[in-house]
């Protein structure tokens, strides 16, 4: 049974860390950044597991809509009263101490709450290592082991920017930018290693460990004389980076990031969409069943007193259909104008095209309320209707979902699995990501809330969230990977958020360059070109 450490601190965007025995199963959806190394300030800290399974009941309220199948007092089938577990810590310097063992008294929102006294001592910096081995029996006798080992850095923070953002698209035939910028000017130790693979094949993986080295002087990291990473066919990619600095009376700063994301095909045969919502077309000419792809929305606030599920009649914004437009929101300081990370796809293909239809007729047809009206998007049909229409003629928007061979579960039962079919999502703002997931249509509350937001604590966030004229990168990458045929599809897709002021109720998608992106001192502005003016070089780089 898997269960996360240090579930009750929330540190740089991240909250709990799995074993390395479950990490190779399945991750923590953190949703501002991708799980990468864990980095914990040094103090003493009480051993707060969590149990993964126990989620459900700790963490969906009964009024959130289709949740309502999870009663909050339904009695768990893993009875915690019978678990006994022992904790091992081992330091940087490889000593082992005991820092817990014996029973668990029961469980306290969602974190198990040891019979006696059990705390980490974390007061090095250093690389530390914690062996958790405990077992639990459930209500009918069944027992299951937890534990495994979890490793972390003990440090503070250290930041840095790279050329390639996290949840980057890159195209086929593209390099691999590896440059990285420590924040504050340091000469850290950076490690920087790429994963391709083509065709999303893990047996033809392309691994690069060779960026690493030490930054000069000025905290600038460019990984000179080692042959750059071409990805030269369609695929998925993985990053991850890790930048260390010890000061002379031995403070130890660590930053650590991962991305993901797609190598995308110039002309894909399934492309990624935003999903459409409601909006006013008003001077927009766009001829669309339905929905508009461009207009103004209805109204500023989201109080839930829709039938919000229904993206059909939503009243948050999702990102703009087509790939390069604009979304406008304003601040707002009552949980307004959130931002789902919803998205859809179009078939291109006439044999793939055939394949959509054929796998979610029935689906649209169960999808519909006895009116005929679209049902809301709470079990399956209602997921296919709302994108694709009561009636079914809603072009261009297929949910992004995979599929099993005799209906079972695609994530659950991969090995059954037809077609394996997600996107990599992330909206960034310049200086850090606020909003990460990798994902298909059905997240629950999948949005992110542009202000006021605090971001996972991450640096650069800010204690205000959002201000007016911040702006936002979307970046989205389809996987679409038919395993009947053997067909693979990769695109890629972005959009920009503007940030606009509380009064101007100028919520909307437009084209580029139909409205400014933003105005200084009276002047609008619908271009901007960034330069990066902070690296300083030495000879050699």
Not at 362 to 380: C, H, I, N, S
Not at 382 to 397: K, L, M, N, T, Y
Not at 425 to 442: L, N, W
Not at 475 to 502: C, F, H, K, W
């Amino acid at each position: 049974m898997p269960v996360t450490l240090f579930a009750d601190q929330v540190i740089m965007g991240q909250k709990g860390v799995l074993s390395e025995e479950d990490a190779s199963s399945f991750g923590l959806s953190q949703r501002v950044r991708l799980s990468s190394d864990f980095v914990i300030p040094p103090d003493r800290y009480r051993l707060a597991m969590s149990p993964v399974p126990y989620f459900p009941r700790a963490a969906v309220p009964e009024s959130s809509h289709g949740a309502v199948t999870v009663s909050s007092s339904l009695p768990h089938f893993i009875d915690f009263s019978t678990a006994q577990f022992r904790c091992e810590l081992e330091d940087p310097d490889g000593r082992t101490t005991v820092c817990g063992m014996g029973a668990i008294a029961g469980v306290d929102d969602g974190i198990l709450q040891t019979a006696e006294p059990a705390e980490l001592d974390l007061e090095n910096f250093g690389r530390y290592q914690v062996r958790i081995a405990g077992t639990v029996r459930d209500r009918t006798g069944h027992e299951y082991e937890f534990g495994g080992t979890y490793k972390f850095w003990v440090a503070l923070p250290l930041s840095f920017s790279t050329a390639s953002k996290t949840g980057s698209s890159f195209h086929v035939g593209s390099v691999f930018p590896t440059k990285v910028q420590i924040h504050p000017l340091v000469p850290a130790y950076v490690t920087l290693c790429v994963r391709h693979y083509p065709q999303s094949d893990p047996a033809r993986v392309r691994e690069k460990k060779t960026f690493e080295g030490y930054a000069n002087h000025f905290g600038y990291f460019p990984p000179t004389g080692r042959k750059p990473l071409v990805f030269d066919e369609p695929g998925e990619y993985v990053a991850e980076i890790l930048a260390a600095y010890r000061q002379e009376n031995g403070t130890l700063w660590i930053g650590s990031q991962k991305a993901a994301g797609v190598v995308a095909e110039d002309n894909p045969s399934v492309t990624v969409h935003g999903a459409r919502i409601d909006l006013y077309p008003q001077k927009y000419k766009d001829v669309v069943v339905h929905l508009p792809t461009r207009g103004i929305a209805p109204d500023e606030a989201s109080n839930g007193m829709t039938r919000y599920i229904d993206v059909s009649d939503c009243k948050d914004l999702t990102p703009p259909f087509w790939s390069g437009d604009i979304l406008a929101t304003p601040t707002g300081l009552d949980n307004s104008n959130n931002i789902m990370a919803l998205m859809a796809q179009d078939v291109h293909d006439s044999a793939l095209l055939r394949t959509e239809e054929e796998r979610w007729s029935r689906f649209v047809e169960e999808g519909r309320e006895p009116d005929g009206t679209t049902a809301d998007a709470v079990t399956l049909p209602g997921v296919i209707a709302v994108f694709h229409g009561a009636d079914g003629e809603r072009p261009g928007q297929w949910p992004i979902l995979s599929s099993h061979r005799r209906g079972y579960s695609p994530y659950d039962f991969p090995e059954g699995a037809s077609l394996i079919n997600y996107t990599y999502f992330t909206a960034i703002r310049p200086g850090f990501p606020a909003f990460t997931m990798v994902t298909d249509s059905t997240p629950f509350h999948a949005y992110w809330n542009p202000s006021p937001n605090g971001f996972g604590g991450q640096i650069n966030a800010g204690p205000t969230g959002d201000l007016p004229q911040d702006m936002y990168r979307i970046d989205a990458g389809l996987v679409y990977r038919d395993l009947e045929s053997g067909r693979n599809s990769y695109a890629a897709y972005t959009a920009t958020v503007v940030i606009d002021p509380t009064e101007t109720y100028a919520r909307g998608i437009t084209r580029v360059g139909e409205r400014p992106l933003f105005s200084v001192a009276g002047v609008d502005y619908d271009l901007f070109l960034a330069l990066e003016a902070a690296a300083i070089l030495e000879p050699g780089n």
